[in-house]
């Protein structure tokens, strides 16, 4: 994955500080093997028990933020529930075929906590389940960059990813 560019789109802030310190540690390790960017768009705002209409118009409008967003010829990796179980090993394989294949930008979508609008998902070379266990939806964007860290390690043959 030597050369390769990671663009991660998130929707929503991290709003607490303990989530975003890990945030900040692995973009800063990811900073020493890829050419990282980190793009945070709103979160529609919704009312507190809100209609599968209104959600559903929610998830289109930030769907069409994230779409503008994403590079283009990037191979799209979409997290979501329904998404394919990956080992950390089978991750750093996928994606470092398809750095040596010859996509040199490698995006990964994590929507709002009512997940992403279909045409994203749609877009999505990859969709990735991080588990069957429901986690705070913050954490999923930790899980993603020690991931991506772990990646990064596992093809150098370090000691970090046992």
């Known amino acids: 994955m030597k050369g390769v560019s990671?663009?991660?789109i998130c929707v929503g802030k991290l709003k607490?500080?303990?989530?975003?310190?890990?945030?900040?540690?692995?973009?800063k390790r990811l900073g020493g093997y890829c050419r990282f960017r980190l793009t945070e768009l709103p979160e529609?705002?919704?009312p507190a028990s809100p209609s599968r209409a209104q959600i559903d118009a929610a998830l289109e409008k930030e769907g069409a933020a994230i779409r503008a967003r994403l590079p283009?010829?990037?191979?799209?990796t979409a997290l979501c529930v329904e998404g394919e179980l990956l080992s950390s090993e089978a991750?750093?394989?996928k994606l470092g075929r398809w750095s040596?294949?010859?996509?040199?930008t490698l995006a990964f979508v994590i929507g709002s906590s009512y997940g992403l609008h279909p045409s994203v998902k749609a877009l999505a070379r990859l969709r990735l389940?991080?588990?069957p266990?429901?986690?705070p939806h913050h954490l999923a964007r930790v899980m993603l960059l020690e991931q991506l860290y772990r990646c990064f390690k596992i093809e150098e043959g370090s000691g970090y990813h046992k």
């Open 129 to 131: 389940s991080m588990s």
């Open 72 to 76: 283009a010829g990037a191979g799209v």
């Open 16 to 27: 607490e500080k303990f989530y975003a310190d890990a945030a900040a540690e692995y973009v």
């Open 100 to 104: 040596a294949g010859g996509t040199g």
């Open 91 to 93: 991750l750093a394989e």
């Open 6 to 8: 990671i663009h991660v």
């Open 44 to 46: 529609e705002r919704l």
């Open 133 to 135: 266990m429901t986690f």
